[in-house]
T-cell receptor, first 112, second 116 residues
């Protein structure tokens, strides 16, 4: 079946450090891929997305590239800030079902 | 409305009582989803609607859980005879059909359900 696997947290980094959160997926067909973020006390919001192979999604300094050959969509940021502390969810959506499947989330804590 | 609206935002109920959670999706969005987020856990899919029908309700945990959608808009998730393990944040999301523009899901703020 379709699934998303992302690295377990929590991830603790110092401000201005480089961030990578790994995400791999299993899906039939050609899914769209998403990163959602949940800041403390807030609802989920879309961070970035990619709808086909080799697409790069980017927003707020975060980037992720849709890699079909490795079935991956790793999230990266060159220099994290304290305000990036949140839980990050990788997700896919298959065209056949329109159903979103989420990973278990990775908690990021950035220290000043 | 401007976004996905859920009510109530918080609900405390006694074990064994029934509860109804409401979701008002973004106007024009034909797809609607319910997810459950337990403390420290990821998002657990419950059910999704396309229009008023539910092609996939495979995530509903038991027959105590049911959901309906009327007029292709508002949806209600009902939990009967609530149990303590039902305590969680229930999230609703809506999206448009792929190929018609954005394919992202927009989430509401959630309903925090506490069963005591």
């Amino acid at each position: 079946g379709n699934s998303v696997t992302q690295m377990e947290g929590p991830v603790t980094l110092s401000e201005e450090a480089f961030l990578t959160i790994n995400c791999t997926y299993t899906a039939t067909g050609y899914p769209s891929l998403f990163w959602y973020v949940q800041y403390p006390g807030e609802g989920l919001q879309l961070l970035l997305k990619a709808t086909k192979a080799d697409d790069k999604g980017s927003n707020k300094g975060f980037e992720a590239t849709y890699r079909k050959e490795t079935t991956s969509f790793h999230l990266e940021k060159g220099s994290v800030q304290v305000s990036d502390s949140a839980v990050y969810f990788c997700a896919l959506r298959t065209s056949g079902t329109y159903k979103y499947i989420f990973g278990t989330g990775t908690r990021l804590k950035v220290l000043a | 409305g401007a976004g996905v609206s859920q009510s109530p935002s918080n609900k405390v109920t006694e074990k064994g009582k029934d509860v109804e959670l409401r979701c008002d999706p973004i106007s024009g969005h034909t797809a609607l989803y319910w997810y459950r987020q337990s403390l420290g856990q990821g998002l657990e899919f419950l059910i999704y609607f396309q229009g008023n029908s539910a092609p996939d309700k495979s995530g509903l945990p038991s027959d105590r859980f049911s959901a309906e959608r009327t007029g292709g808009s508002v949806s209600t998730l009902t939990i009967q005879r609530t149990q303590q393990e039902d305590s969680a944040v229930y999230l609703c999301a809506s999206s448009s059909i792929p190929g018609t523009g954005n394919t992202e899901a927009f989430f509401g703020q959630g309903t925090r359900l506490t069963v005591v």
